[in-house]
Protein backbone atom coordinates (compact mmCIF):
# COMPACT_ATOMS: atom_id res chain seq x y z
CA UNK A 1 0.00 0.00 0.00
CA UNK A 2 1.81 2.89 -1.29
CA UNK A 3 2.36 6.13 1.13
CA UNK A 4 1.58 9.72 0.92
CA UNK A 5 2.91 10.88 -2.01
CA UNK A 6 4.03 14.67 -2.58
CA UNK A 7 5.47 16.23 -5.82
CA UNK A 8 7.22 17.42 -6.69
CA UNK A 9 9.93 17.44 -3.46
CA UNK A 10 11.72 20.04 -4.56
CA UNK A 11 10.22 23.53 -6.24
CA UNK A 12 12.10 26.66 -6.99
CA UNK A 13 9.97 29.98 -8.00
CA UNK A 14 10.60 34.11 -8.67
CA UNK A 15 8.41 36.41 -6.56
CA UNK A 16 5.62 36.86 -8.45
CA UNK A 17 5.16 33.35 -9.85
CA UNK A 18 2.80 30.68 -8.88
CA UNK A 19 3.77 27.22 -7.10
CA UNK A 20 1.31 24.05 -7.28
CA UNK A 21 1.84 21.24 -5.07
CA UNK A 22 0.67 18.19 -5.02
CA UNK A 23 -0.68 15.88 -2.77
CA UNK A 24 -2.01 11.89 -3.28
CA UNK A 25 -3.22 10.20 0.03
CA UNK A 26 -2.67 6.38 0.98
CA UNK A 27 -5.39 4.40 -1.30
CA UNK A 28 -8.71 4.44 0.94
CA UNK A 29 -7.96 8.08 2.40
CA UNK A 30 -10.76 10.62 1.88
CA UNK A 31 -9.29 12.83 4.67
CA UNK A 32 -6.42 15.27 3.63
CA UNK A 33 -4.70 18.20 5.47
CA UNK A 34 -1.51 20.33 4.54
CA UNK A 35 0.69 21.66 7.39
CA UNK A 36 3.38 24.36 6.81
CA UNK A 37 6.94 24.34 8.35
CA UNK A 38 8.80 27.32 8.45
CA UNK A 39 12.52 27.29 9.04
CA UNK A 40 13.18 26.16 12.55
CA UNK A 41 9.94 25.83 13.59
CA UNK A 42 7.19 22.98 14.05
CA UNK A 43 4.91 22.02 11.44
CA UNK A 44 1.17 24.20 11.60
CA UNK A 45 -2.07 23.33 10.00
CA UNK A 46 -2.99 24.92 7.02
CA UNK A 47 -6.30 23.45 5.86
CA UNK A 48 -8.55 19.93 5.80
CA UNK A 49 -10.45 18.59 2.76
CA UNK A 50 -12.61 15.99 2.16
CA UNK A 51 -13.19 15.12 -1.43
CA UNK A 52 -14.22 18.23 -3.50
CA UNK A 53 -15.09 20.17 0.24
CA UNK A 54 -12.75 22.30 2.40
CA UNK A 55 -13.64 21.13 5.80
CA UNK A 56 -11.56 24.08 7.21
CA UNK A 57 -9.16 26.48 6.16
CA UNK A 58 -8.75 28.50 9.47
CA UNK A 59 -4.90 28.03 9.16
CA UNK A 60 -4.61 29.41 5.56
CA UNK A 61 -2.90 32.69 4.71
CA UNK A 62 -6.54 34.56 3.85
CA UNK A 63 -4.82 36.09 0.58
CA UNK A 64 -3.13 33.94 -2.50
CA UNK A 65 -3.38 30.85 -0.71
CA UNK A 66 -6.19 28.16 -2.29
CA UNK A 67 -6.39 24.40 -1.73
CA UNK A 68 -8.87 21.75 -3.51
CA UNK A 69 -9.20 17.83 -3.57
CA UNK A 70 -11.41 16.73 -6.54
CA UNK A 71 -13.36 14.24 -6.99
CA UNK A 72 -10.92 12.90 -9.07
CA UNK A 73 -6.93 13.34 -8.84
CA UNK A 74 -4.76 14.68 -5.85
CA UNK A 75 -5.19 17.45 -3.74
CA UNK A 76 -3.77 20.91 -4.86
CA UNK A 77 -2.25 23.60 -2.74
CA UNK A 78 -1.70 26.42 -5.15
CA UNK A 79 -0.13 29.44 -4.16
CA UNK A 80 -0.39 32.67 -6.51
CA UNK A 81 1.73 35.27 -6.38
CA UNK A 82 4.74 34.05 -3.95
CA UNK A 83 6.78 36.01 -1.59
CA UNK A 84 10.06 34.93 0.21
CA UNK A 85 7.78 34.25 3.07
CA UNK A 86 6.12 31.53 1.35
CA UNK A 87 9.63 29.59 1.10
CA UNK A 88 8.86 26.19 3.66
CA UNK A 89 8.22 23.10 3.83
CA UNK A 90 4.42 21.83 2.73
CA UNK A 91 3.36 18.95 4.59
CA UNK A 92 0.19 16.89 3.53
CA UNK A 93 -1.25 14.07 5.44
CA UNK A 94 -4.59 12.17 4.94
CA UNK A 95 -6.38 9.91 7.22
CA UNK A 96 -9.21 7.14 6.37
CA UNK A 97 -11.00 9.19 8.92
CA UNK A 98 -11.49 13.00 10.23
CA UNK A 99 -9.19 12.60 13.09
CA UNK A 100 -5.38 13.29 14.07
CA UNK A 101 -4.92 9.76 15.49
CA UNK A 102 -4.63 7.89 12.10
CA UNK A 103 -2.79 10.79 10.19
CA UNK A 104 -0.14 9.62 7.72
CA UNK A 105 2.27 11.81 6.63
CA UNK A 106 3.89 12.67 2.76
CA UNK A 107 7.50 13.43 2.07
CA UNK A 108 6.46 17.11 1.91
CA UNK A 109 7.61 19.77 -0.81
CA UNK A 110 10.61 22.32 -0.23
CA UNK A 111 9.13 25.65 -1.50
CA UNK A 112 12.26 28.08 -2.18
CA UNK A 113 11.25 31.63 -3.64
CA UNK A 114 14.21 33.50 -5.21
CA UNK B 1 -6.62 25.48 22.02
CA UNK B 2 -3.75 23.55 22.06
CA UNK B 3 0.01 24.33 22.94
CA UNK B 4 3.21 22.41 22.78
CA UNK B 5 6.54 23.76 24.34
CA UNK B 6 9.51 21.79 23.70
CA UNK B 7 12.59 23.78 25.93
CA UNK B 8 15.31 21.82 24.23
CA UNK B 9 16.54 23.30 20.63
CA UNK B 10 19.58 20.66 20.91
CA UNK B 11 20.38 17.23 22.77
CA UNK B 12 22.92 14.64 21.83
CA UNK B 13 24.02 11.50 23.35
CA UNK B 14 26.44 8.91 22.87
CA UNK B 15 26.00 5.73 20.49
CA UNK B 16 24.22 3.07 23.46
CA UNK B 17 23.24 5.38 25.99
CA UNK B 18 19.98 6.68 26.72
CA UNK B 19 18.55 10.08 26.53
CA UNK B 20 15.34 11.79 27.52
CA UNK B 21 13.47 14.77 25.22
CA UNK B 22 11.52 17.03 27.05
CA UNK B 23 7.95 17.99 26.07
CA UNK B 24 5.44 20.27 28.32
CA UNK B 25 1.98 20.70 26.37
CA UNK B 26 -1.44 22.54 27.65
CA UNK B 27 -4.98 21.96 26.85
CA UNK B 28 -8.55 22.58 27.55
CA UNK B 29 -9.49 19.37 26.17
CA UNK B 30 -10.83 16.44 28.69
CA UNK B 31 -9.59 14.14 26.16
CA UNK B 32 -6.21 14.23 23.67
CA UNK B 33 -3.82 12.51 22.49
CA UNK B 34 0.01 13.13 22.59
CA UNK B 35 2.36 12.14 19.60
CA UNK B 36 6.15 12.42 19.33
CA UNK B 37 7.12 12.48 15.33
CA UNK B 38 10.99 12.25 13.94
CA UNK B 39 11.87 13.64 11.17
CA UNK B 40 15.26 12.57 9.79
CA UNK B 41 17.57 14.69 7.24
CA UNK B 42 15.00 13.79 4.26
CA UNK B 43 12.29 15.62 6.53
CA UNK B 44 9.75 13.00 5.92
CA UNK B 45 7.89 13.00 9.31
CA UNK B 46 7.48 9.86 11.02
CA UNK B 47 5.07 8.82 13.81
CA UNK B 48 7.41 7.19 16.66
CA UNK B 49 4.87 6.95 19.35
CA UNK B 50 1.33 7.99 20.51
CA UNK B 51 -0.24 8.34 24.22
CA UNK B 52 -3.89 8.43 24.63
CA UNK B 53 -4.46 10.88 27.45
CA UNK B 54 -6.94 8.73 29.35
CA UNK B 55 -4.48 5.51 29.28
CA UNK B 56 -2.51 5.85 32.62
CA UNK B 57 0.07 3.42 31.43
CA UNK B 58 2.88 4.77 28.99
CA UNK B 59 3.17 3.79 26.35
CA UNK B 60 6.24 2.06 24.62
CA UNK B 61 7.71 1.00 21.16
CA UNK B 62 10.66 -1.20 21.41
CA UNK B 63 13.79 1.38 22.27
CA UNK B 64 11.36 4.15 22.48
CA UNK B 65 9.02 4.96 25.98
CA UNK B 66 7.23 7.71 26.87
CA UNK B 67 7.06 9.41 30.40
CA UNK B 68 2.97 10.59 30.92
CA UNK B 69 2.55 12.79 33.76
CA UNK B 70 -0.92 14.24 33.16
CA UNK B 71 -1.41 16.49 35.85
CA UNK B 72 2.10 18.12 35.48
CA UNK B 73 1.25 18.26 31.66
CA UNK B 74 4.11 16.66 30.72
CA UNK B 75 5.03 14.22 28.22
CA UNK B 76 9.04 12.60 27.96
CA UNK B 77 10.44 10.70 25.34
CA UNK B 78 13.15 8.38 26.35
CA UNK B 79 15.30 7.03 23.63
CA UNK B 80 17.48 4.15 25.23
CA UNK B 81 20.74 2.02 23.45
CA UNK B 82 20.48 4.86 21.20
CA UNK B 83 21.63 4.55 17.62
CA UNK B 84 23.01 6.72 14.42
CA UNK B 85 20.11 6.35 12.87
CA UNK B 86 17.94 7.60 15.84
CA UNK B 87 20.17 11.43 15.16
CA UNK B 88 16.84 13.60 13.73
CA UNK B 89 14.45 16.35 14.95
CA UNK B 90 11.84 15.47 17.06
CA UNK B 91 8.35 16.77 17.55
CA UNK B 92 6.28 16.57 20.41
CA UNK B 93 2.68 17.57 18.91
CA UNK B 94 -1.25 16.52 20.74
CA UNK B 95 -4.57 17.49 19.09
CA UNK B 96 -8.07 16.95 21.22
CA UNK B 97 -9.57 13.42 21.09
CA UNK B 98 -12.33 14.55 18.76
CA UNK B 99 -10.09 16.82 16.73
CA UNK B 100 -8.23 16.60 13.29
CA UNK B 101 -6.13 18.84 13.97
CA UNK B 102 -2.26 18.48 15.19
CA UNK B 103 -0.11 20.91 17.07
CA UNK B 104 3.29 21.08 17.23
CA UNK B 105 5.99 22.29 19.37
CA UNK B 106 9.35 23.23 17.53
CA UNK B 107 11.59 20.15 18.05
CA UNK B 108 14.54 19.15 19.51
CA UNK B 109 17.47 18.16 17.20
CA UNK B 110 19.17 15.02 18.48
CA UNK B 111 22.63 13.75 17.59
CA UNK B 112 24.26 10.75 18.38
CA UNK B 113 27.57 10.66 18.67
CA UNK B 114 29.71 7.43 17.69
Known amino acids: NAGVMQNPRHLVRRRGQEARLRCSPM?????VYWYRQLPEEGLKFMVY????????ESGMPKERFSAEFPKEGPSILRIQQVVRGDSAAYFC????????????FGPGTRLTVT | AQTVTQSQPEMSVQEAETVTLSCTYD???????LFWYKQPPSRQMILVIR??????QNATENRFSVNFQKAAKSFSLKISDSQLGDAAMYFC???????????FGKGTKLSVIP
Open chain 1, 93 to 104: ASSPYSRSYEQY
Open chain 1, 27 to 31: KGHSH
Open chain 1, 49 to 56: LQKENIID
Open chain 2, 27 to 33: TSESDYY
Open chain 2, 51 to 56: QEAYKQ
Open chain 2, 93 to 103: ASSGAGSYQLT
